[in-house]
């Protein structure tokens, strides 16, 4: 094993067992937990994203749809690129006695159920937009939580391998999504509500088994506006490994999603396939269950080697390589096969990257602003990467120059990885 020292063993920490570096391993039923709630809150964000929204904007206007769905995902995205930190951060100071992050999973849960259920009956425009941006401040902070009790409770030796988890739910979420948008077969007011069922179902496990450490009232920094509001910048002068971290997650997510973005347009003006949806779906499909297996085996096989890089290196040029076959090879034989390196290289990248992230966050007592942070490199592509696609395929080159475009942001992601230098 080539871990740092320093984060095998118990490191000592001013706010005692809550802000201590975790040596025991956690239990099945606690990984469990973990993953019904991503799978729980991701099912939240995918199946509204993927299906519901869409047919509610056609229900309002089959016109402006095109309109409508894109004022209200952006309003959506604004809020989840604010929310994640900001209740990572509410999470820190956290003393009540059921610990840290469950009180808000539990109000983030709580919010975006709300917020779907609110959808099922939106009389207009503005109210299914406020209604969803209210979904994504419960869920994202509920997400904020979750995320950041994996370095609380999870000793490095594991973290590979609950990152893999925590992924599988992830993808698992998407997945259960995308089958509740054909389940309800355009009852997107019945779709809503089975999605808030999925969140309070998929929430009420982990409530159980959180075993979340408390935070002593007297090892709570002291609050001012000043501190909490500049704590959201970290500096990458003074912490140059969580900057290299963030940056690298980043453009690989940039590449990810303009792998993805126009799946449906590139299979209809590229590959002339004759069932373009039909074709996403099986895709999807491919992409997802190879994601799946990959995250978790990637996962323990970071662990046993006890080494991070050079995963997330072959990954990611993986997942650029998906992206040159799609360019070169405009072909339904090739869009198969880019799907199942993506799915390979995007799985390992999720578990063994989510398990080197942990690893370079600044301080304890701030896990869950700084994981906040980092998961704005998550949602933040999600709004850059059509303002990037656009262009590229309707003036610079079509589907050839995106594709290569992907790839080269997904080798540079892979590139700086080499400049992390307290992980392996």
Not at 21 to 47: C, D, K, M
Not at 123 to 128: E, I, Q
Not at 339 to 355: E, K, P, R, T
Request: proline share 5%; hydrophobic share 55%.
């Amino acid at each position: 094993m080539s871990f740092n020292d320093a984060n095998t063993g118990l490191t000592p920490a001013p706010g005692g067992l809550a802000l201590a570096e975790p040596t025991v391993n956690v239990r099945h039923r606690w990984t469990a937990s973990i993953v019904l709630v991503n799978v729980g809150i991701n099912a939240a964000f995918f199946g509204p994203i993927q299906v519901l929204l869409g047919q509610q904007a056609m229900h309002f206007s089959p016109e402006e749809k095109e309109g409508i769905l894109a004022l209200v995902t952006g309003a959506g995205a604004a809020v989840s690129l604010v929310a994640n930190p900001l209740f990572g951060a509410f999470s820190d100071r956290t003393t009540s006695r059921f610990g840290r992050r469950v009180p808000w999973v539990f109000i983030g849960a709580l919010l975006g159920t709300i917020g779907l259920v609110g959808l099922a009956g939106a009389p207009s425009v503005a109210a299914m937009m406020l209604l969803w941006c209210l979904v994504q401040l419960g869920c994202n902070g509920a997400l904020a939580a979750t995320t950041a009790a994996i370095p609380d409770q999870v000793p490095v030796r594991q973290r590979g391998s609950i990152g893999g988890m925590a992924s599988m739910g992830t993808v698992l979420g998407i997945l259960m999504g995308a089958a509740i948008g054909a389940v309800v077969a355009g009852n997107f007011s019945l779709g809503f509500i089975i999605c808030a069922v999925g969140l309070v179902v998929g929430m009420v496990p982990y409530l159980f088994f959180a075993s979340d450490p408390v935070l002593d009232a007297k090892d709570k920094v002291p609050f001012t506006w000043l501190n909490f509001v500049s704590g959201f910048w970290i500096s990458p002068r003074k912490y140059p490994d969580f900057a290299w971290a963030w940056i690298t997650r980043f453009l690989v997510n940039v590449g990810n999603h303009l792998v993805t973005l126009y799946l449906l347009f590139f299979l209809t003006d590229a590959v002339h396939h004759e069932d373009p949806a039909f074709g996403v779906l099986v895709l999807t499909g491919i992409y997802a269950i190879l994601t799946l297996i990959t995250a978790v085996i990637g996962g323990r096989w970071t662990d046993k080697v006890g080494r991070r890089k050079p995963f997330v290196i072959a990954s990611s040029a993986i997942i650029a390589l998906a992206a040159l076959i799609l360019a070169f090879f405009p072909t339904w034989i090739g869009a198969l096969a880019g799907a199942a390196v993506l799915g390979i290289g995007y799985g390992v990248y999720l578990a063994v990257d989510f398990a080197l992230l942990t690893q370079v966050l600044p301080s304890s007592a701030s896990r869950g602003k700084d994981m906040g942070v980092i998961n704005v490199a998550n949602s933040l592509p999600q709004v850059i990467a059509p303002i990037i696609a656009w262009p590229l395929v309707t003036i610079l080159g079509g589907y050839v120059t995106l594709y290569v475009t992907a790839a080269v942001i997904g080798l540079l992601g892979a590139v700086f990885v080499v400049k992390i230098k307290g992980v392996d």
